[in-house]
Nanobody
Framework: VQLQAFGGGLVQPGGSLRLSCAVSGRIPYINIMGWYRQAPGKQRELVATITRGGYTNYIDSVKGRFTISRDNTRNTMYLQMNSLKPEDTADYYC?????????WGKGTLVTVSS
């Protein structure tokens, strides 16, 4: 099982980016998926999660700006990020849980700077 996150890049403050996470390999059933981020010198933090049924949860600092979604038929998850701020700069990682197993993808770097 492999997770691949992509879509990061350099964006100006106030701009938008859309991250994607594709899951490949034999994974029978994905329950919760989530996006995490790790800024330089800081611990990795949970950004948002989404259940298979579409229930979402966000950390306070991204509420109203980020939207997490998923396509169960394609085992793909997305993170639409709007009104980006310099403090959103981080490596963003995707995570998937299936039958008690947790899978991680490599990060994609998001840099918010003018």
């Amino acid at each position: 099982v492999q997770l691949q996150a992509f879509g990061g890049g350099l964006v100006q403050p106030g701009g938008s980016l859309r991250l994607s996470c594709a899951v490949s390999g034999r994974i029978p059933y994905i329950n919760i998926m989530g996006w995490y981020r790790q800024a330089p010198g800081k611990q990795r933090e949970l950004v948002a999660t989404i259940t298979r049924g579409g229930y979402t949860n966000y950390i306070d600092s991204v509420k109203g700006r980020f939207t997490i979604s998923r396509d169960n038929t394609r085992n793909t998850m997305y993170l639409q990020m709007n009104s980006l701020k310099p403090e959103d700069t981080a490596d963003y990682y995707c995570n998937a849980e299936s039958d008690g197993m947790y899978y991680w993808g490599k990060g994609t770097l998001v840099t918010v700077s003018s």
